[in-house]
């Protein structure tokens, strides 16, 4: 299996993204460049539905590289996430050896070979037998516990891995790592020291736009200028959770799905759930505090130029 050569200037990786329906600012397609050519680490902190795990699997596929995903969560350890070592052969291997009266040492070193070792995320991402290295995805580091992030720091510094019982696996080529955060919580200055890092904001009304025409295939001009200046307005609301841009997508579909050709209370007020996810931001956005938002979207469409 081949893999794409890596794009040769900032330039091609916004329109490689843009060839792949992923609408990149300058400053992230400069960081993503940097990542591919030093072979180091990308820190993509920010707000949830931003895109922060998308430009992973459009990275895979720009590339034609596998893509290997760790999904974080509380209590991961090193055997959910790097390896660990099938017991169950290892005790069936030995009952086996006692009764053919195996040599007990040499059957021990072959306890801890390499038919035993079961491969998690870490470990297949830096498999020296691999002839593409792919993309690792370490998702939602945040929602991992603290301890968790002293693993990593050997992967992201060497892309190596070492196992007391066997030995250090180490990469042939580095894999292109990606770690997002939706920063619940810090991320120790260890990790990110060893990765370049770059926030991932909510886009601007003309992005936002382009992203929605490029998501959604056939979305009246109205309705997607709309949509996105409604969820622009609606991001200055104090709110528990603020809509990112998958919320804005999923939108502007439920809207088509309903006929809608563009944004009126009624179709508001019986979508709100498709773009709030929170029953406290739903009840503040019904009523008055929606219409005041559209009418303000109304007013500025009106405006003259």
Not at 4 to 30: E, F, G, K, N, W
Not at 218 to 237: I, M
Not at 284 to 290: T, Y
Request: net charge negative; proline share 6%.
């Amino acid at each position: 299996m081949s893999s794409i050569a890596l794009p040769q200037d900032i330039a091609q990786v916004q329109s490689d993204l843009l060839a792949h329906d992923y609408v990149a600012d300058r400053q992230l397609a400069t960081a993503v460049f940097l990542a591919l050519r030093l072979q180091r680490p990308l820190f993509l902190e920010g707000e949830p539905g931003t895109g922060k795990t998308e430009i992973a699997r459009v990275l895979s596929v720009m590339l034609e590289r596998p893509l290997i995903r760790l999904q974080c969560y509380e209590g991961l350890d090193l055997a959910g996430a790097a390896y660990e070592w099938n017991y169950g052969r290892q005790m069936m291997e030995i009952r086996l050896a006692e009764g053919t009266g195996a040599d007990r040492a040499k059957m021990a070193d072959q306890l801890f070979s390499e038919k035993f070792l079961i491969q998690r995320a870490l470990l297949q991402a830096i498999d020296p037998k691999r002839d593409v290295p792919p993309v690792l995805l370490i998702d939602e580091l945040d929602r991992a516990d603290e301890p968790f992030e002293a693993f990593l720091l050997e992967v992201l510094s060497e892309f190596q891995i070492t196992i007391p019982e066997y030995g250090t696996v180490k990469a042939k080529v580095p894999p292109i790592v990606i770690l997002t955060s939706n920063r619940t919580r810090e991320i120790h200055d260890a990790v990110k020291r060893r990765c370049l890092y770059h926030w991932v904001g909510f886009p601007d009304a003309a992005r936002e736009y382009d992203i929605v025409q490029r998501r959604v295939p056939g979305v009246p001009q109205l309705l997607a200028q709309q949509v996105v200046a409604f969820v622009q307005k609606l991001r200055e609301v104090e709110l528990y959770k603020l809509p990112g841009i998958a919320e804005t997508i999923e939108w502007a579909r439920a809207l088509m799905e309903l006929d809608a050709l563009v944004l009126d209370p009624a179709v508001i007020q019986d979508t709100l759930g498709v773009l709030l996810k929170y029953q406290d931001d739903i009840a503040r956005m019904q009523g008055g505090e929606a219409a005041r938002i559209l009418d303000e979207v109304r007013s500025a469409s009106r405006a003259p130029a």
